[in-house]
């Protein structure tokens, strides 16, 4: 007896390690491979070596996404929570609902927890914070120095990760690998408003540098100015934009050639009427929303040759930089 | 006697040739008291410590994660090599004990790497305390089915390891870490008979106690923590009178951290700000009522065994008379901080002056380090709350120099005259 007790002991240990990894590369294998467009920072791991902490649009989503039921209710940390997924023709995802119940049908979907209490109306309650468990990507001793270096630093032109993840019938997502954006950004501050100053002098001019930092010539099509160019608000910031003013309507496309390493530089005063949000019924400038209110600047509809989203870092409007 | 077996083994050949015991009966005599020290606990330990190196030392090669070894290949050299190990131990385990028992530890070891490694391939950042419990629990039961020290020592260093994390990490109080604990280690004490162990799990289980009501509610902290210590110490007063042989060790040692818990908590309840935030248990949440009651009801129960079976002692009524310090403020609200400060400082000053009195008059070293410690920490303690003046400060230090000298002189008086009446 004691003799089956020990074996049962050591079909343990082989057992789990072998359920952990099987479980996982049956998802590698048969799971749906969407894109997530990510920006890296660089720790290392005690027991795991180098690594790259993951941050996507998708580790903080907007509370009005959660689904009606939930709008009253207090999520606990931990709290498991399904975020659909909507898929663009370059396989790259966006969040669409988050719900606690797993959804039906073919939708896609990816599963994660979330990351702090969530209570509507209480401090940060317009945010979710969700982990997903795609946050760390190992690489080999040195190379997460490499990663980071290429990824760029604050100030600096910056390319994005994006990360091939596979994903299983009940949301489980595992990383695959990862590519290399084709176009890399820079965002800078021109001219920062004065701390009093008139309301329409209340926003930053803005500075974004595009470049080809792919191996590859690139065209893109591009309007006059920076009619190319959409706000996209993230985590609470209201969605209710004027966008592109009715020049950017009647602004005709013109194919731009990048070759590889050409960059180019787009000025955005956001003092500008067309940048103004609709914030508590009335038009106002981004330089006078509130703090936790933040944008990111993202090309309107890149070509399918281009392999990810072209979007800057997370801004507000007075010119703070994330 | 540091083996009294090996006495007995010198011994016995001079009784048999006094005639005292026939042959036989010496055989008889030398089976009923094993060598434990045979058993070779030290090398056994430093075999084991060895396989917990050469363990990390595989874990963080593996963490270099080489690009040019995909991942099929990395899983096969883990699983292969702790399919081996695994064979070897077990092959060996009859024949070759030690190295079987270091074999069984390097595949833990391995284990644990495996389950890395596999974190590593897949990117997996999910609750990363799991991966600590998987492992732990590995190692328990090689603890059991072995049964295995070192693997054993393993365990609590794991699950402690498992529970820092989630509280530190993620504020999770971690109930089950408890129960764990009691249902897992505390009976393998007892498949052991491992003194170790004893004092080990003992002292695991009140930092898992103190983790764990610190992140329900940290005011219920020195409570539970005083309560449980105080039934421990009295579970040891009744082993030790009631019963013999190994349940009367095991009940000394268990008690050992209990005591040290208990002077903590003592010490610290003698300032008056700190005990006033301590003490006051809110009860807001059922859980909080639990960790509270369940520890003073077996505290009582265990003194009201040790008054039924008349085992009055000084010390046993101390314990109780913190008990119901302790239990006062909480049940009734009423808690007068001056005097309670002023009763745990006599509290301990008493205990100190009794171990300093005991040591010295029986020649008991660690009684008498342990008096003069606690002395010395309370004089300290009280330097700028109660002496104002540096007269009345020297006065202190010199009484208090005096009194450890004095003590120190008699406790080597004493010490010369055991001696002489030994030899």
Not at chain 1, 140 to 158: M, T, V
Not at chain 2, 192 to 220: I, K, M
């Amino acid at each position: 007896m004691k003799k089956l007790f020990l074996i049962v002991a050591i079909i343990f240990q082989l057992g789990a390690l072998l359920w952990m990894a099987l479980s996982r590369e049956y998802v590698v294998q048969t799971g749906e491979v969407v894109k997530v467009q990510t920006a890296p920072i660089d720790p290392r791991d005690l027991f795991r070596g180098d690594f790259v902490r993951l941050d996507y649009d998708l580790s903080s989503l907007p509370a009005r996404l959660l689904e009606q039921h939930l709008h009253d209710q207090e999520l606990k940390k931990g709290q498991v929570l399904y975020v659909t997924l909507q898929k663009d023709s370059r396989g790259l995802v966006q969040a669409m609902a988050v719900s606690d119940i797993s959804p039906a049908g073919n939708e896609l979907f990816i599963r994660g927890r979330l990351l702090r209490d969530w209570v509507k109306n209480k401090y940060n309650a317009s945010t979710l914070a969700i982990k997903y468990g795609i946050e760390q990507y190992f690489v080999e001793q040195g190379k997460g120095i490499d990663i980071e270096n290429r990824r760029g630093r604050r100030n600096e032109l910056q390319t994005p990760m994006i990360m091939h993840v596979a994903l299983s019938n009940s949301g489980t997502a595992i990383i695959k690998h990862h590519e290399w954006g084709d176009f890399a950004v820079k965002l800078t501050v021109k001219r920062q408003p004065e701390r009093d100053a008139e309301i329409t002098e209340a926003s930053a001019v803005l500075q974004l540098e595009i470049k080809n930092v792919s191996q590859r010539n690139q065209i893109l099509p591009l309007k006059e100015g920076t009619c190319s160019f959409r706000m996209r608000s993230i985590k609470s910031a209201p969605q209710q934009l004027v966008l592109q003013g009715e020049n950017c309507k009647q602004s005709p496309l013109q194919e731009v050639a990048f070759k590889s390493g050409d960059s180019r530089t787009f000025t955005f005063d956001l003092n500008q009427p067309q940048w103004h949000v609709l914030y508590k019924d009335a038009l106002t400038p981004m330089g006078k929303l509130p703090w936790e209110y933040r944008f990111r600047l993202i090309f309107d509809s890149p070509p399918e040759s281009v392999n990810g989203d072209i979007i800057s870092q997370a801004f507000h409007g007075r010119g703070q930089i994330d | 006697m540091k083996n009294p077996h090996a006495w007995l083994k010198k011994e016995l050949p001079h009784w048999i040739q006094d005639g005292i015991i026939d042959s036989e009966q010496a055989g008889q005599i030398l089976s009923r008291y094993p060598d434990r020290h045979s058993l070779s606990w030290g090398k056994i330990l430093i075999s084991a410590f060895g396989a917990v190196m050469v363990g990390l030392g595989i874990i963080l090669l593996f963490a270099y994660n080489w690009e040019a070894m995909g991942r099929f290949s990395k899983m096969s050299v883990i699983l292969g090599a702790l399919v081996i190990t695994h064979v070897f131990a077990y092959k060996t385990r009859l024949k070759n004990h030690h190295l079987s028992e270091s074999l069984f530890i390097l595949a833990t070891m391995l284990f644990g790497a495996g389950i890395w490694l596999i974190a590593q391939i897949y990117h997996i950042d999910e609750h990363y305390p799991n991966a600590f419990l998987l492992w732990g629990f590995a190692a328990l039961m090689l603890a059991w089915t072995l049964p295995s020290l070192p693997q054993a020592i393993l365990t609590v260093a794991l699950l402690m390891i498992w529970h820092f994390t989630e509280v530190l990490d993620f504020d999770f109080a971690t109930h089950h870490a408890l129960l764990l604990i009691l249902i897992g280690l505390f009976p393998l004490i007892w498949r052991l008979q491992s003194p170790v162990l004893a004092r080990l799990v003992s002292a695991a289980f009140f930092v898992s106690l103190g983790l764990t009501t610190a992140t329900v509610d940290e005011h219920l902290t020195a409570s539970t923590l005083l309560l449980v210590s105080a039934s421990f110490i009295f579970f040891s007063f009744w082993s030790s009178s009631q019963v013999t042989g190994w349940l009367s060790r095991t009940g000394v040692e268990l008690a050992k951290p209990a005591w040290l818990v208990l002077l903590v908590m003592l010490f610290l309840m003698s300032f008056g700000d700190v005990s006033d935030d301590l003490i006051k248990v809110r009860f807001r949440e059922p859980i909080e009522s639990f960790y509270f009651y369940v520890p003073l009801i077996l505290s009582q129960l265990l003194f009201a065994w040790l008054m039924l079976t008349r085992q009055f002692s000084l010390i046993t009524f101390v314990i109780e008379l913190i008990v119901l310090l302790v239990v006062l403020p909480s049940v009734f609200a009423v808690y007068p901080v001056q005097l309670y400060s002023l009763i745990f400082n006599l509290l301990l000053l008493g205990l100190s002056i009794g171990l300093i009195y005991q040591g010295s008059h029986y020649a008991d070293t660690r009684k008498m380090i342990w008096g003069s410690l606690i002395f010395t920490v309370l004089v300290f303690a009280r330097y700028t709350d109660l002496f104002d003046s540096l007269i009345s400060r020297a006065i202190a230090f010199l009484i208090v120099g005096g009194v450890l000298f004095f003590a120190g002189t008699v406790l080597n008086r004493n010490r010369g005259r055991n001696r002489k009446v030994s030899s």
